[in-house]
């Protein structure tokens, strides 16, 4: 009798602590009290759509960064955040790059093109959506762009057009778009396509996409748009432009690259790429940045008409268009720097956060290691961009938003929980 | 095409945090022991003096064979810092067992046994969901250690003893590959390896009186090695250069020397103590390496930098009648990991014991353990200094265990 009270008391001491977790509550939520997150809108480009491997498809438009700080926000009482994204029937969007194979360590893409969102081929134009949305991210958007009128329609840029109801009259902008939303927080990341533009087409100006914005212009416009997102007193985060020459995009194809494929398929040992610039052709240094569809234009070593191969020799150099040289990238860093000033003055004189988006892509553009992982800015290795070598995966985008949040914690007094980056993907593989 | 371009894209991805489980010592040898929070090595003089005492066996007056066996359930939680998610382990027990048996004349001056016990082994499943998952998925760790074990008496009161220690040493362990297929789930490691090591276990025993003892032990450390063990990569084609499918690896994990003493004396008639200390020598942990046998597979360097580390127990025995004992006890068990190099498979920190059991006499030839034992990991924020995985870690212990003895 004893014996069996035993074993029932062993069995009923198993069973009563198979139960017991041990619990942690080490991070309290709070939205703290100088921000109001009920009506949160991101105002941005192709980095706030969620735009990713040269595309704009749903896939990415679900992890874009703000998003996942909208989420966030929504552990401390933020509102709701819609997102213009495309149907499922319609998921591949714009269309985008994937990864087709990686053949002698060299990627191999492809486009995919199933199950796009066009309803016009000639203009390209998108299935529209013009519900409200708080993601007001514009893939291409510029701040000189942003106040200038036509963009939003079939001649313009097709994510804005996307966004407007039929009817809109031409002049609408996207800034008064953008500044008419009755928000009561804001994320603002404008401006890097007013450098970006101009530096992923080796610094060759060839319309209103590729120009590079002026300082004084940024300036101006900047406080304009600023001034009137805070008139009501409301707060919000704006986000510095990332150093252009820090992503894959110009660092993957350098001149050791090119010369080590060159030699490998050549008798005779080639020890110059040359590269046409402004002032003449030259020889390529290690400063000079060649940009990715370089890799992929199949252009280098392919003879002209008087037999010179492309880009070995001075007579046939690499197109300005494929390379930011060392006099260029100095001017379009000296820009970026220039408009980061003004940003952190703008924020300053606001009472604004800063997300300094730039200092953290330098740090990963060494390499990181968070959450037991390592990201860096290696192409397709290092994770934390995608296959266009400027756009975010969705652990870029976590990162991002991480950047974002600890602003908004710092300078409002929040507790906005941080986002797991063992949560989101880097690159996938075929 | 005249020239083929080429970009020289090595997949180096970051290679797998896989580590071993250490500052796992689980003291589950004798439910006797368990029962008064792990001290009594001097008091018990019974067939686990063979673990604990190794002098003391020869004092045994009679022969015994006894099977022990326990249902560990070691619960940890995890909460990155500034995240407001939680992580658990999965419910999962193991069973750390023993066996203790003794040969020899009765009442004469030697004893000699043999000893099958787990002194250190865990398993800890976090999924392949939860934020720690390039550091550990889980893992399965079990150290069988095999001793003969012979004991003299030098006089009545002062015996040694002594044995040779053989390991075998198996770990299955799973961590995830930062490379994604195309419906975004990371790639995984399983490495599974047996290996073995040797050792040996000697200590004195001296009784001042007929209730005073004290034990003296000095168990070797083992250095078990694994040697072809199976590395099975699951990642896409195209990382299958970097991670070949079926691959092998080898390691070499050390178990520490421990150094312990023990005294008992009696509090009344029917009331026992038994204090035990332990200094375990987990310096030598210095890294944990895998060397895979894929040329590109990166091979792995974990830096450990184990401290030395400690316990300090105690337990009182209370024996209310003839065929019935209760225990009670506790004990502080100071942790060989520091604060910047805490893994997730064993989350360690300094930890509080308390413990109960009782032993029940059937018949003049058969009893009864049980013994229930808790420990608490106390919870502390740590910063891998290695994966930078950050977080706070906590952890509960549950062991009850159940031992059947027969002399003859």
């Given at each position: 009798m004893k014996r069996r009270n035993l074993y029932i008391g062993v069995a009923l001491a198993i069973l009563s602590i198979t139960a017991c977790k041990p619990t942690l509550d080490e991070f309290t939520p709070s939205a703290g009290t100088k921000a109001d997150f009920s009506k949160y809108i991101a105002i941005g480009n192709s980095l706030s759509a969620g735009f990713a491997d040269g595309g704009l498809y749903l896939e990415g438009q679900k992890v874009a960064f703000p998003l996942l700080i909208a989420e966030q926000l929504q552990k401390v009482g933020g509102g709701e955040f819609k997102s213009p994204f495309f149907s499922e029937e319609q998921s591949n969007g714009s269309g985008y790059i994937r990864l087709k194979a990686l053949v002698n360590g060299q990627p191999v893409t492809e486009q995919v093109a199933d199950k796009l969102a066009y309803r016009s081929a000639t203009p390209k134009l998108l299935t529209k959506y013009t519900d409200?949305?708080?993601?007001?991210g514009v893939p291409g958007m510029r701040m000189d762009m942003?106040?200038?009128?036509?963009?939003?329609?079939?001649?313009?840029?097709m994510y804005f057009e996307r966004l407007l109801p039929d009817g809109t009259p031409p002049t609408m902008n996207y800034f008064t778009y953008s500044t008419?939303?009755?928000?009561?927080f804001f994320t603002f990341s404008l401006g890097n396509n007013d450098v970006l533009g101009y530096a992923t087409n080796?610094?060759?100006?060839?319309g209103p996409t590729t120009s590079l914005t002026s300082t004084a212009l940024f300036n101006t416009l900047l406080n304009n748009y600023v001034t009137t997102l805070t008139a009501k007193g409301q707060k919000g985060v704006l986000a510095t432009i990332p150093d252009v020459t820090s992503v894959p995009y110009f660092t993957t194809v350098t001149r050791q690259v090119l010369l080590a494929a060159v030699n490998a398929a050549s008798t005779t040992k080639v020890t110059d790429i040359y590269i046409a610039t402004k002032t003449g052709p030259r020889a390529a240094t290690d400063q000079d940045f060649f940009v990715l569809p370089f890799s992929s234009a199949g252009l280098l070593g392919v003879p002209n008409a008087n037999k010179i191969p492309y880009g070995l020799h001075p007579l046939n150099p690499v197109e300005d268009k494929y390379v930011l040289d060392t006099k260029e990238a100095i001017e379009v860093v000296a820009r970026v720097n220039d408009f980061n000033k003004t940003i952190k003055s703008v924020a300053a004189s606001k009472g604004l956060a800063v997300a300094d988006v730039n200092a953290f892509l330098t740090s990963v553009k060494n390499g990181i290691r968070i959450d037991g992982l390592a990201v860096s800015a290696k192409y397709i290795t290092g994770n934390g961009f995608s296959l266009d070598g400027i756009h975010l995966t969705p652990i870029g985008n976590a990162l991002m938003a991480n950047v974002f949040i600890e602003a908004i914690n710092k300078t409002y007094g929040a507790q906005v929980p941080r986002l797991n980056i063992s949560d989101f993907r880097g690159v996938k593989l075929p | 095409m005249m020239y083929m371009k080429k970009l020289l894209i090595t997949l180096l991805c970051a290679s797998p945090s896989l580590l071993f489980a250490q500052g796992s010592q689980v003291n589950l040898q004798s439910p006797k022991s368990v029962g008064m929070g792990g001290a009594g090595s001097a008091y018990f003089i019974d067939e686990s003096s063979i673990f604990y005492s190794p002098g003391a066996l020869s004092k045994m007056s009679h022969n015994a064979i006894s099977v022990n066996g326990n249902g560990v359930m070691f619960k940890s939680a995890f909460q990155a810092t500034g995240s407001s998610v939680v992580d658990h382990t999965r419910n999962q027990i193991t069973p750390p067992f023993s066996v203790f048996a003794t040969v020899g004349p009765k009442n004469t001056w030697w004893k000699a046994g043999i000893g099958i016990y787990t002194p250190y082994g865990g398993a800890v499943d976090w999924g392949t969901e939860w934020t720690g998952k390039y550091s550990l998925v889980s893992l399965s760790l079990r150290a069988i250690y095999i001793q003969p074990t012979v004991s003299f008496k030098l006089t009545d009161n002062f015996s040694i003893g002594g044995g040779f220690v053989y390991n075998v040493g198996s770990v299955d362990l799973q961590s995830a590959i930062p490379v994604y297929f195309q419906d975004g789930t990371s790639g995984l490691a399983e490495l599974k390896g047996t290996g073995t090591g040797t050792g040996y276990n000697v200590g004195v025993h001296y009784n001042l009186n007929e209730e005073f003892a004290i034990s003296m032990s000095y168990r070797s450390k083992v250095i078990t090695k694994l040697k072809d063990g199976d590395a099975k990569f699951t990642v896409p084609e195209a990382a299958q250069g970097t991670f070949p499918p079926d691959s092998k690896f080898s390691a070499e994990l050390p178990l520490p020397s421990t150094f312990a003493v023990g005294v008992t004396f009696p509090i009344s008639e029917k009331v026992k103590m038994a204090v035990d200390g332990t200094v375990i020598n987990y310096d030598i942990y210095k890294e944990l390496n895998f060397d895979y046998s894929g040329a590109n597979t990166p091979d792995t360097h974990s830096p450990k930098n184990y401290t030395k580390a400690g316990s300090i127990k105690a337990g009182i025995e209370y024996l209310p009648s003839e065929k019935l004992q209760l225990r009670i006890g506790g004990g502080y068990i100071a942790t060989p990991v520091s604060k910047d190099y805490v893994y997730p498979e064993t989350p360690d920190n300094n930890r509080i014991l308390v413990a109960g059991g009782f032993t029940y006499?059937?018949?003049?030839k058969f009893d009864l353990t049980g013994s229930f034992a808790y420990q608490r990991v106390l919870p502390r924020e740590a910063n891998n200094v290695d994966s930078h995985l950050s977080g706070t870690y906590t952890t509960n212990i549950y062991a009850p265990g159940i031992g059947l003895t027969y002399k003859f």
């Open positions: 409200p949305i708080n993601n007001l942003a106040f200038a009128p036509g963009i939003g329609t079939a001649a313009g840029n008419s939303q009755n928000h009561t080796g610094a060759v100006n060839e | 006499k059937m018949s003049p």
